[in-house]
Every structure is written in C-alpha cells, then in structure tokens.
C-alpha cells in the first residue's frame, strides 16, 4: 500500500491511459483517405494503415468490398473455411444434377466467402462459361452461360483488384470463346445483339458489352486494363512476353474474322493496319526482361540494341542474343510480316476476290457461257478465282517469307482446286501455267486435306 | 373411541438410499411402523435427518420404498388415483413461478378433473382464505415467502381433500400467518379432515396435534397421544378468575391440608405470541402510537389454543 | 432435380413397424423383469406385475382435460419465458435476406426456385434448435425445481404428463410455423416476378406419372436406354432416327380424371454427337410422341428370344398368326432333330415370358375368351421350364407342347387377328427444349386425326363396311347399292375419293365372285370374316388412298386407344445422329394445377410434422435421461436421420464401397483403394469381418429405430421445383412416421416417468 489518496491515486492511472494513447494512435489509427484498390498510393493514417496499402494486406486495397459478405463472414465465426468447403462440394453436386438455379446461388455464396480466393473466381469463371454452358441444348442459353461465366469473372476483378490474372482472362473468354467455337458465328452475333428480346430489345447486353462494339473490341480493351495492371501488380502464371500479347493478338483475330465473314474493303484493311501497328508499335515497344534479367525491346533496330546493351551493362553480342532468342520464341517477324501483308490493299483484294469465288461456286456460276456476240465468256466463279490467284502470286512477290505459312498455302490450293472443279465441269483441263503452279507442287502432301475441306464447304447443309 | 377406520397405514417400512454401485449410503427410514386414524391431526417430529420428509415423500409415491408397505386410503402409494382425495403442501413450494395465483389453482384444479364453474368458485373461496385476494393476479415469483406458503396451501386445498399432508407448514411464516395456519389446521379437523403434519416447530406442533410420532435417524421413538404423552403426571394445575391475597392464602391453607406444602400460586402469563397479535391488530386500529406496557398488559389469559380440556 | 416418385406402402410399413414395436415391447418387459428381481429378490415377480398393471391403468385412464392442462401450462410457460423470440430472428434475416440473395439468377423460373428453397430451409432450420432445446429441457427442469412433484402429487397420470408436453410443444410450433409460413407465402408472392404474358411463375403441378421402359434398337424391350456418358446416370437416352424408343405406359386415363383433354409434360435432355446443320442448331432436337395400343405387343414383346423361336415372336407380333403357327411347325420338328438350336438359356427366357407376360395377358383379354391359346402357351411354357441340356426326353416334351400351341394359334388365328389390333397414333413432332420448365407441355384434344397405316386401314373399313353390310345399307336388290359413296363420306369420315375408291373396290370384288350379293345382303363367298378380306385387299395393294392426306381417320383417346385404362405413349428422337434422354419422371400426364398454397401447406405441414416428430423424441428422452444429455442425444438422432440416413442403409445394404466401419478404416490407414481390399492376410480379414458383420447388426437395429427424417424435407422439394406434394409419395409417409413414432415414445417416456423415483437425489 502506498500513501496516496484515492484521488491521487485516480489522477495517476489517468495520465497512464494518456501516455498509452499516444502509440496506439501511432500504430492503429485508421486512414481518413479513400483507398483505391488496386493503387499503391501513400496514406495518411497510423502505421499499420499504411502498412496494410503498402502491402495489399487490407481488405479494402485488394478490391471493393461487399457488405453481405463481410457480414456472413462475421457470422460463421471462423467457420469459413469448412462453410466454404462445404459449399464447394455441394456446388459440384448440383452440377451433376442439372440443378442450375442452386449451383448459380451456391456460387455466389461461396464467393461471399471468400472473395480474395483468386483460385475460386478462376474455376468458376471457366467452369460456368466451359462446362456448364456445354450441357445445354439451345445456342442462345449457351450464350446466357458463357455471359454468366464472363461476368463472374468481371465481379472477381472487381472485388479483387489487384489479381492482374482475372482481367487477362476476361479478355480471353471475350475473345476465345466467344469467337474461336463451333457456335462462333451465333455467339458473335449475340454477342452485339443479346437474343434475350424482352431484357435488352435487340441491343447488347450492357453488362459486358456497353457499347455494342465487336467481341474482340472489347477483348482488346480488357486486355490493354490487364496490361495497365501488369505494370503495378504483374501478372502470374503466364510467361510475361505472351501474356503482354493480348491486344495485339486481339487486334489480329478481329481482323481475320471479319474478314472471315465477308467483310473485305477499308474496314478490314485498317483493321489489319491497326494490327499491325499495335503489334510493332506499342508490344514491340514493351521491355521485358529476358535471361539473367537482362531487358529488351522486341522491336529493335541496332541502334537501339547498342543502346540496351549499355543501358544493361552488358555486350552487344549478348543484348542481340537475348533479343534473337525471344523474338524467335513469340514469332514476333512472322506476325509483323503477316500483319504489313494483310495490310496491303492487294492482299485484301486477293482474299475478296476467292471469297467471292467460293460464294459464286456454290450459286452455281460455274459454266462458261456465250455472249451474245457468240465469244464464250468465261463463268464468273473462274473469273474470280483466276483473278485472286494472280493477286496472291503479287503479294508472295512483296512478301517472300510469307510462301510457307499454312494459311494462305491451304487458302491458294484449295482456290486452285475449285478451278479445276470448274474446269472439268466445262470439260476442260486446268492450263498447264495456272497462277502459283510452284507452291502446289511443292505442298502436294496436302491434297488430301484439301481435297476433304472442299468436301465439307460444299456439303449441303453446311 | 369406536374404532377409526386407518386413513394411513404403514408397516415395516424401510427405505436405503444406495449410490450408483449399488452400495448403501445411508439408511433413511428403518423398519417404520405406524397408523393415521381419521379425522386427527398427527404430528410427526424429529431432528434433521430423521426420516421425515422421507417418510412423506415415501407416502407420496415420489420414493419407492425399499421394503415395508403403505396403505393410504386404503391404495397403494404407487397408486395415482388416490391422488384424488389428498392434498400435500410441501416443503418449498414447488409451484411454477410464472403463473398467478388464479392460474394456479385452475391448473391444479383442472388436474381434478373439476368443471370449471365448481373450480372458479373453490379458487375464489380458497384465495379469499388464504388472504391472497389483493395478489391473485401477480405472477408467483413477485411472491414473499409467506405468500408462497398460503398459495401453497390453497392448492393442497382445491381438492376438499379427505387427507391433508403439511410438511413444514408454518417455516417462513409470521407470528400471524402461524397463527393462521394453526387456525386453518383445525379448523380442517372440524371438518372432519385428516391431518398429517412434519415439523420442528414444537411448539406449532404441541398446539395442534392430537397424536405424534417422534423420529431419530429412522427409527420411531416415541408414538402417541400429546395429552397423555405431555401430560405432566405428578401436577395438578388451577385456573380461576383473578383471587385477593386472602383467598390465596386460604387456597395455600387448603392445599397444605392435602399435603401439598411447595405450591405454586401466581399470576399466570400469556405467551408473546398473543402480545404479538395484539399489537398488530391495535396498530392497524390505530395507527402512529406506541403503545406502553400498561396498555398491552394481558388481559386474558394465553389461549393455549387445544379445544377440550379447559375445565 | 432427381425423384422417383413411388407411393407409400401402408402395408408393408404398418408390418415392419409392429414387428418392431413387438421386439421393443418384448426387451421392454425382459428389462422390467430383470431390474424388478434385481431390486426386490424373490418379490420380483409380484413387483413386476403390479408394476405393469398399474402402468396400464395408468394408460386406460387417459384424461383428456388433464392432458390439455399440462399442454396449456407447457403454452404459457413458453410464452412467458419468451422463447419465442426466435421470430423476431426471423424477420430480422428476412429484412436483410434480399442482400444474402441478391438475384444470383437473371433467369426468373430458376429465380422462384431459390426464393422457395431459401424461404422453407430458413423456416425449418430456425424452429428447429429452439423447439430441440425446449422440449429437451421442459421436463427435467421441471422435475430439478421440483414442481412436477406438486403435479404427480395431484392424479395426473405419467403419461398425461408426457402426453400434455409433447403436445403443448407441438401446438407453440405449429403456431410459429403458420405465422411464419404466412409471411414467407406472402413474401414469397412479392418477390415472384410477373412474367408478362404467361402469367406468374409460381406454379404447382399436378403429375400423375407412368412406368417407363425402352426399346432398343432391334425393337426389343429393355429397361435401361443407352448410355452416351453421362456420370449422372439418371437418365438414360434413345437414338434418333432408330428403332428406339422410350415406352411410358401411364393408367387411370380416363376422361373422368384427365378431363377431356390429354395433357402432356415433358423435361427431356438432348444430346448431339454433331453440332447440327446450319438450321437445326439453333433449334431444339425433334421428339415426337405416339399413342400407342398394340394387344400383340402386349403380349408378345418379350416372347421370342434366341434365334429359335424369334421368326414365330415377329410373326406373331406382326398379326400373321397362320405364319406364325407354320413356323410354330417347323420349330416343334427342330426341337426334335437340332435341339442345340433351343438352348436351356433361351428356353428358360421363354418359359419367364409365357409365364409373366403372354399367359396373363391372354387370360385376361377382355374383348374375346383366348383360355385356349392363353392354355397352350401355359404348356409351352412349363416345357421350356423343364427343359434341360442333354435331356432328350424333355426337347421331346417341348416338341409336342410346341406342336399343339401350333395346332391352337392355328384354329385361332382369325379370332386372334381380329380382336389384337394395333393401333398407332403418332403426333405432332416438337423440338425438345432443354431445362426451361414447363415449356414443353402440350394439350391434345380428345378426338386425334392420323393417317393409318394398312392395317389401320384394313380395320376400318372392315369395321365400317360390315357394319353398314349388317344394316342392309350395302346392296340394293343384288346390286351394290350407290349411296354407298355418300355412305361412306358423310356418316364415316371418308374423304369422297376415298370413298369412290371403296365402292370401285367392293364391287370389283363382287364381279371376282368372292363377295355374293343376296338381296340386299352380301356375304363373302368363301366365309371368312370382313377383316380376313379387307386384310387381303390392302396386302394387295388395291386400297392405296387416292387422297394425298392418305387414309385420315379420327381416333379417340379415351375409347379406341387404352386398354383396362393404360395408355401407351412412345417417344422417338426424329434428327439422325442425335440421343434424347428420359427418365421416369421427365413425362407425365398434367392434371389441372392446384394453386401454389395448397403446395406451399402441403410442404409446410411436412415440416410440421418433422418438428413434431422432434418433440416427440425430445419429450421421451428427457424422460429417461437429464436435460443435456437429452439434447444431444435429440440432436445426434435428427443429424443422422436427416443426413445419414441413405448412408446407413447403403452400408446396411452392403452397395457402399469401402465395406463396413472396420474395413473402411483400414483402408484409409494403408492408402488403399476400395476396389483393390484391405491388405491383410485370410486370419486379419475374417476377424475384420466379422468386426464388420458386428457393427453392422448394430447399424441395421439403429437404421430401423432412427427416423428418415429426409422424408420432411423431400416434400419441399417438389414446390420448390413446381410441383404439387403428391400425397401418397410425401405427406402420406411422413404422417405414418409421426405416428409410428409417436406411440412406443409416449409410452416409454410414460414408463420411463413412472418407475423412475422423482425425488432421488
């Protein structure tokens, strides 16, 4: 016992308390600043507030935060992993059984569990749009689960802002699924007008589609979001050189679908040249680290290697090297090649022209005919084909390299093969020095895939 | 006295409390032995842990005996339907402390199977009885101790029992609420009731009791009437209106001719309980005095309460 | 969604539950017996009875103004100490219900699902704990502060003590259930989106449904479709453009239970081995019903397996019953001469379809007495029953009863022919639309146009001229009369060329000589039947329908195609390449819908009666035991019942991998899988197995004494997905079970209350 007062005593513990305040102020204080996600912007606030933006740790830094699950979360008392197992295991189940409406709701209820799980949003995401879009019979509900899929994914990056992975895959559903599958001509179409009539009146769905632009349009923007990401929070689980390719790569498949559909002329060309520019311009552009950490340019002339090469420290030899290596491995001069050629106005017209070929084929127009000064016309379908044959033997004279790309071999054969369909329809042999007479001998290997394609195109209900 | 008929009649009974291991404890009762005759109040006293309550539980039918066998009415305890005609206030009272006093005793009532005009009218009676009519509607648990007793006891009562069994009836309760219950007690007996009761309360007992038993650690001790159990053999005691000295002495002159030379004459006492009421009753007539000793001096002698054998 | 509706068995429930009650009562006593020796020594006997008979006066004494006492007590009790807070809980979580379940669903069909399912699982599952816990603890509390002593000591019997709980919980959770039943209903019906031109979305159909079998792609009957790999294997497929098909066969089809419509509901799934043509894969795969009576398929279709005798089974399904008894013929000699051509397999197969299928249906025709052929083929077929390898007494056996069947069928053939018609209805071709409800069901009328076939043809107008024959109506003094034509078209249904037809063809039959005209009678020349002669005629080819429509008659459902009130429908896939999948419930017959609140009840009432069923087992247990340790053991009987159920019966069953509790634990310690066994030697496994043989008496005795407790919440199942509770598959059962249990609780609970001293300390 000591001799002060209770008073004394009251007045002594109170200064205590003060003297406490003062670290705990310094250590907990909240930050009065509003957080971004997925920025690493200083703070103002104690330390750990800081601490917790500088490191990704708080909640509100990795994504916008959902009051429900924050509430269910606070429920389960600690039991989240289990609950979310639980649900997990129950979601698979409904799967099997068809039980769309539970495994829908079972999945948002897991994601309110765990929203920064980014595993769950990538499996799922995949899952709605791959697996369970499959099990239906009608292309436009495919479509509706595809979407499902899709805007899955965009809510993970939403709530998870930070996870650079989620946005590269939006842009890669967009583009992927809905352009490269066998229902690709339907869920294009749906994809500018949403078949569900009565929610969206003959527009776009606004949630993954506001403007109504081209499928892979909006797959290019996901992916310069996911490029922009890169730079704070890098990407994982993709090799960094591919995983910077999605607007490029994007540009290209816009191109060649549309073109794919008929679409020749300005809109194609510049689409092409767009292409082209972002491959050169903006991907070449980018720096990237290669072996022993050494940084390149895809796109560079001497110059700038010597450049690089001092800027790393290291031998010209060594910068060229490096550059070499990765330019071989993304195929980055076939693309630009590809793309420049593509470009070029005469190229258009060589595809146009076979394009329309093919069209006046299966209408028909495949025999010659007498005009009416008694001079046998040839049939438009030969015309044109002809016409684009030649076109092409120009564009292999710009552009050598280009001779052994697949594409535009299975493109030229098979042209030359309707020819000769059309000749024998006329009773008449193909000439012995028909246009790129060369590259079909030299690729005779193919004929029997050609010979099969032919089949498929001309195959009635095709 | 014709021959009663045994309202209660229990030979040889035995009850062992033995643990889980089947292992004796303790013996509670031992070789128990005794009738109730009808229409008297029995008293049975004995120490803690004497056999009592177990004896009663045991009547009940809320112990099973070990050995030994109960008559009540003529049933066995095991019995439900004797039930009918027996009322048990028991030690604490075991009621449910959320309903009011009006429920109670229509729950219990309806237990009777009494209609509900006949058990309306037995409720309203026994509260107005009990002198609970200010309280009927509060819930049991706003209950003081007192009131819990008398709520207790109107439920023993709603049945017009023929057997009344009272364990403790007058621990917890004011010198007026005994008095009360004493009252009640007797007044039962007039009714032609049968009354057992179990107490400490010796003196409670001694007023009311025509016959008791006497228990020690299971064992009966004593069993018999209290006038002939307490009658003070050797004594003759005289009561008469207030006498002048002289007749005090004649009377002493008297009694020596007898041969009695030690005896005692002298103003008798009445006891603290009569005080007590009195004084209660003159408050509340008239309320904010005090009174002093003079005023409440005796005047009547102590009722000792027993009908019967005032000469 | 998966169910197989099967209705409830009263009468096999009502044995298994007395033969169990029976082996209770009979450990009931044994115990009563050896606790009363136990306590009393050579009294025990006497104990023992008065013990019992007192209890069962005790029970025959039941008060009912008593027992309502105790419930009103229990009532207000609840009351008071306020356990029925639990409802403010609820509306709590219903205020913030629309942020847990925000609408994860565009789709609003599959939306009214969730909002069904969240509302009934909340309902229960928030009842649930607090009527758990307060019927657990009402009595052994009672029993601590005493106050049940102060009732027993009052002539309330122990079991009105039970009695007056259980039913007084029961009452306080009916009571919460309706109020909060009623909110959910409402909120329910605000929440439901109005769809705009087909009305609202929360429906309760009423479906009676079929048996289902298929047909393979020979036409024979088998009981699994194929299977295209689906790990689900609920349903199994038929292929498109085949023989395949899936055979609903549905009874009570009477206009008096259907209306005068015949409504169909079909779920099927589709499943493509291509994409589909440019056209087809935007649209829905094509299914196409038809009904379906055909007497020889009813009889014949499993009948002749084997290469012996599958001509004589065709034969015989096709109607040409003078074929079919020649080949009957020339099988009988084989039998003789060859008999490894009838193997004992096969003979056996014949002698199960005589036995199961062809004699009972012959026996039981109702259109004509076939006793004689039904008698044959009894012979037959007890024949081919006793047929054995090697035994050339017995070949010669089935040789002779082969013989005679032949000689039978022969002497029957017309009548044979004439009353076992087939009659094929096919209709519309629909595209099947795949997992949106409701959205193929179809209303056909009563009266179905179609285009026979030949032997439709043959019928009809067999039937139709006879008829008009009989009337005198069809020669006119030995002329064949000509108002035959407007006859035939305006009081028969046939089209005018047709009828033209029909009267060039009599009377060139009339000129041939082999119809005689008498009068204004005609008569066929040789005496065969009309049927025999119209038969020939379109066998002929001479009664090819000059109307491009083709022969179009008009059928009625309800008259001309069930039999004894089964209707037949068959389903084909139509695309080539493509399989359609069914299962037994993905088409049934729609009776008019009941409205969404008798559903709702009927869901409602089943978990009623679950939280019913609860108190029951609480009350009991808190009789015997105090009140924790009532409670978990209240606890762990609703947990396995309700989750484990199927488990312990698939264990019990012995169809669960991994063997029982033993082996199973083995497994997972030595990382082995259930296909590969444990890793032990022959010692190791027989003790493990008869650790196993063990375990699993004791699970069989649990699973018996254990409630399915699934049972409840089946019933909401079916409104969450649209559908009426059907009463005998779900309320019927779970009201059985209730009272099942409700019976041997009360009394042991009673029991239990009784011989138990209140007062021990």
């Not at chain 1, 098979?414 to 060369?438: C, H, K, S, T």
């Not at chain 2, 045994?6 to 035995?14: C, G, M």
């Not at chain 2, 003196?203 to 008791?212: G, H, L, P, T």
């Amino acid at each position: 016992m000591n001799n002060l007062t209770s008073r004394q005593r009251k007045l002594v513990y109170a200064g205590c308390v003060l003297l406490l305040l003062i670290p705990i102020v310094y250590l907990g204080a909240p930050t009065s600043d509003d957080v971004i996600p997925g920025t690493r912007n200083a703070v103002s606030g104690g330390k750990l507030a800081q601490m917790r933006v500088e490191y990704d740790l708080g909640e509100s830094t990795l994504g916008e935060i959902d009051p429900s699950s924050a509430a269910m979360n606070l429920v389960l008392l600690g039991l989240r992993g289990p609950a979310a197992g639980v649900l997990h295991l129950k979601a698979l189940d409904y799967q099997e059984k068809k039980d769309w409406a539970k495994l829908k709701t079972t999945v948002d209820s897991i994601i309110k569990l765990q929203p920064h799980y980014v595993e769950i949003w990538k499996f799922q995401g995949w899952n709605l749009a791959f697996n369970v879009s499959r099990e239906w019979d009608k292309v436009a509900d495919r479509f509706y689960w595809v979407k499902e899929g899709i805007k899955f994914l965009q809510l993970g990056t939403n709530r998870n802002q930070t996870a650079t992975f989620l946005y590269h895959n939006v842009g890669d559903f967009m583009g992927r699924k809905f352009g490269n599958s066998d229902e690709k001509k339907y869920f294009r179409k749906f994809f500018v007008i949403d078949p569900d009539d009565k929610r969206f009146n003959g527009t776009a769905d606004p949630e993954i589609n506001p403007q109504g632009k081209d499928n892979y349009l909006v797959a290019h923007d996901w992916f310069v979001d996911a490029n922009e990401k890169d730079e704070t929070y890098r990407i994982e689980g993709m090799t960094h050189v591919f995983a910077r390719q999605g607007p490029s790569r994007s540009l290209f498949d816009y191109a060649t679908a549309i073109q794919s559909e008929g679409q020749f002329g300005e809109e194609n060309r510049s689409a092409w040249d767009k292409a082209y520019n972002e491959w050169t311009q903006v991907y070449g552009y980018d720096v990237f680290l290669g072996l022993d950490d050494i940084r390149y340019k895809l796109n560079s002339s001497l110059a700038e290697l010597q450049s690089m090469a001092k800027e790393n420290g290291v031998t010209v030899t060594k910068q060229q090297q490096v550059w070499e290596q990765n330019v071989k491995m993304v195929n980055y001069r076939f693309w630009q090649n590809f793309a420049d050629c593509e470009r070029d106005p005469l190229t258009v017209d060589a595809h146009k022209a076979i394009y329309l070929g093919k069209q006046a084929y299966s209408e028909g127009k495949i025999s010659n005919w007498q005009d009416k000064d008694g001079k046998t016309q040839v049939s438009e379908a030969q015309t044109l084909f002809v016409d684009g044959l030649e076109n092409f033997e120009k564009v292999f004279g710009k552009y050598p390299q280009l001779t052994d790309h697949d594409a535009y071999i299975e493109e030229v054969m098979l042209a030359v093969y309707y020819l000769e369909q059309i000749q024998r329809n006329n009773g008449q042999q193909m000439p012995e020095d028909f246009p790129l007479r060369d590259m079909v001998i030299q690729n005779l290997g193919r004929q029997p895939d050609i010979e099969r394609q032919f089949r498929i195109e001309n195959r009635p209900d095709f | 006295m014709s021959t009663q008929e045994n309202v209660i009649e229990i030979r040889n009974l035995s009850k062992v409390y033995r643990d889980f291991w089947g292992r004796k404890k303790v013996q509670a009762v031992k070789s128990l032995s005794l009738d109730v005759k009808k229409g008297e109040v029995f008293g049975l006293l004995g120490p803690n842990g004497s056999g009592k309550t177990t004896t009663i539980k045991m009547l009940l039918g809320l112990l099973f005996p070990t050995s030994g066998e109960i008559k009540i009415l003529g049933k066995r305890a095991s019995d439900v339907a004797k039930n009918e005609r027996i009322g048990y206030l028991p030690e604490e009272s075991y009621l449910y402390r959320f309903l009011n006093a009006d429920e109670t005793l229509d729950f219990y009532g309806r237990l009777f199977n009494i209609s509900a005009a006949e058990r309306n009218q037995r409720a309203d009676e026994l509260i107005k009885m009990v002198g609970l009519d200010h309280a009927r509607r509060r819930q049991l648990k706003e209950y003081s101790k007192g009131m819990t007793r008398r709520i207790g006891l109107a439920q023993a009562l709603i049945n017009n029992p023929e057997l009344v069994l009272l364990d403790e009836p007058t621990s917890g309760l004011d010198p007026i609420g005994t008095r009360e219950m004493k009252d009640l007690i007797l007044k039962l007996k007039d009714e032609g009731k049968t009354v057992v009761l179990c107490s400490h309360q010796l003196a409670d007992v001694q007023d009311v009791s025509d016959r008791i038993a006497m228990l020690y650690q299971g064992e009966l001790k004593v069993l018999g009437g209290v006038d002939e159990l307490l009658e003070l053999r050797g004594e003759t005691q005289i009561r008469t209106g207030n006498l002048s000295d002289e007749g005090v002495e004649e009377l002493k002159a008297l009694l020596a001719k007898h041969g009695m030379k030690d005896s005692l004459i002298q103003k008798p006492r009445a006891d603290l309980e009569e005080l007590f009421l009195r004084t209660v009753r003159e408050s509340g007539e008239r309320p904010g005095r005090r009174f002093t000793a003079e005023e409440m001096a005796a005047t009547q002698p102590a009722d000792t309460g027993k009908s019967g054998d005032a000469s | 969604m998966d169910f197989d509706p099967t209705p409830y068995n009263i009468g096999l429930g009502l044995k298994n539950w007395l033969s169990l009650v029976g082996i209770i009562a009979g450990l009931g006593i044994l115990l009563g017996l050896v606790g009363s020796f136990a306590s009393a020594g050579g009294g025990g006997g006497g104990l023992f009875s008065n013990g019992i008979s007192s209890f069962f006066k005790e029970l025959a004494s039941i008060s009912p103004r008593r027992v309502w006492a105790l419930a009103s007590l229990t009532l207000k009790e609840a009351w008071r100490r306020k356990a029925l807070l639990v409802f403010v809980v609820f509306a709590v979580l219903l205020m913030f219900a629309g942020w847990f379940l925000t609408d994860s669903n565009d789709r609003s069909d599959l939306q009214i699902n969730v909002h069904i399912t969240f509302m009934l699982t909340t309902i229960s599952w928030l009842i649930l704990p607090v009527v758990m816990f307060l019927s657990c603890w009402g009595i052994p509390e009672d029993i601590r502060i005493r106050s049940l002593h102060t009732v027993v000591t009052k002539p309330a019997r122990r079991v009105e003590v039970v009695l007056g709980r259980m039913l007084g919980f029961s009452i306080m959770s009916t009571v919460i259930l309706l109020l909060m039943g009623t909110v959910g209903y409402i909120w329910i019906e605000r929440q439901a989106p109005k769809d705009l031109d087909q009305g609202k979305f929360l429906t309760c159909r009423v479906p009676v449904y079929g048996g289902l079998f298929f047909l393979d792609r020979q036409g024979m009957p088998t009981s699994q479709g194929l299977n295209v790999g689906d790990p689900w294997l609920y349903r199994s497929f038929v292929e498109g453009n085949s023989r395949c098909r899936a055979v609903w066969m549905f009874n009570e089809v009477t206009p008096e239970k259907l209306g005068n419509e015949l409504r169909l509901e079909s779920r099927f799934e589709a499943f493509r081995t291509i994409k589909g043509s440019a056209d087809t894969i935007q649209q829905g795969l094509e299914a196409q019903y038809t009904l379906v009576k055909n007497m020889r398929e009813e009889a014949f279709s499993s009948f002749g397996v084997g290469a012996g005798l599958r001509e004589v089974a065709e034969a015989l399904r096709a109607g040409d019953f003078q074929s079919a008894a020649e080949l009957l013929d020339a099988a009988a000699e084989r039998m003789q001469s060859s008999p490894a051509d009838f193997p004992q397999v096969d003979c056996q197969q014949v002698a199960i379809s005589c036995a199961v299928q062809v004699v009972p249906v012959l026996r039981n025709f109702k259109d004509a007495d076939l006793g004689d052929v039904a008698d044959a083929f009894l012979v037959f077929g007890d024949a081919a029953n006793s047929v054995k390898t090697g035994d050339a007494a017995s070949y010669s056996e089935l040789s002779r009863a082969c013989a005679s069947l032949a000689e039978t069928v022969r002497k029957r053939a017309d009548d044979m022919f004439e009353s076992m018609p087939k009659l094929e209805v096919p209709l519309e071709p629909f595209r099947v639309s795949e997992y949106h409800e409701g959205d193929d069901f179809i209303t056909y009328p009563r009266k179905l146009k179609y285009v026979a076939d030949y032997e439709g043809t043959a019928r009809f107008l067999a039937k139709v001229v006879s008829g008009i024959s009989e009337a005198g109506k069809l020669a006119d003094g030995g002329e064949l009369s000509s108002g035959l034509v407007d006859e035939l078209s305006e009081n028969h249904g046939v089209s005018p060329v047709n009828a033209e037809l029909v009267f060039d063809v009599v009377k060139s039959e009339i000129d041939a000589g082999t119809l005689k005209v008498d009068g204004n009678k005609v008569e066929i020349a040789d005496g065969s039947s009309w049927l025999r002669l119209f038969d020939r005629l379109v066998r002929e080819e001479k009664l090819i329908s000059r109307d491009t429509a083709g022969w179009e008659m008009e059928a009625d459902i309800f008259d001309d195609l069930t039999v004894n009130d089964y209707l037949r429908v068959e389903v084909a896939c139509l695309n080539d390449q493509m399989f359609i999948g069914m299962a037994r419930a993905d088409l049934f017959l729609r009776l008019p819908d009941r409205s969404f609140l008798a559903g709702f009840s009927k869901a409602l009432l089943n978990i009623g009666l679950m939280l019913s069923l609860v108190i029951v087992l609480g009350v009991t247990a808190s009789c015997v035991v105090k009140g924790p340790v009532s409670f978990f053991f209240t606890l762990t009987i609703f947990v396995i019942g309700q989750f484990f159920h199927q488990l312990m019966l698939k264990i019990v069953a012995g169809s669960q991998e991994g063997g029982g509790m033993v082996e199973s634990a083995m497994l997972i310690f030595q990382h082995r899988n259930p296909s590969v066994g444990i890793d032990a030697n022959e010692g190791t496994e027989a003790v493990v197995k008869g650790l196993d043989w063990g375990v699993n008496g004791i699970l069989k005795i649990a699973s018996n004494i254990i409630p399915d407790f699934s049972t409840f919440s089946e019933a909401s199942a079916y409104i969450e997905n649209g559908f009426d509770v059907p009463w005998s598959t779900s309320v019927l059962p779970a009201i059985m079970t209730f009272v099942g249990f409700l019976i041997p609780c009360v009394i042991i609970g009673a029991a239990c209350l009784k011989f138990r001293e209140l007062e021990a300390k």
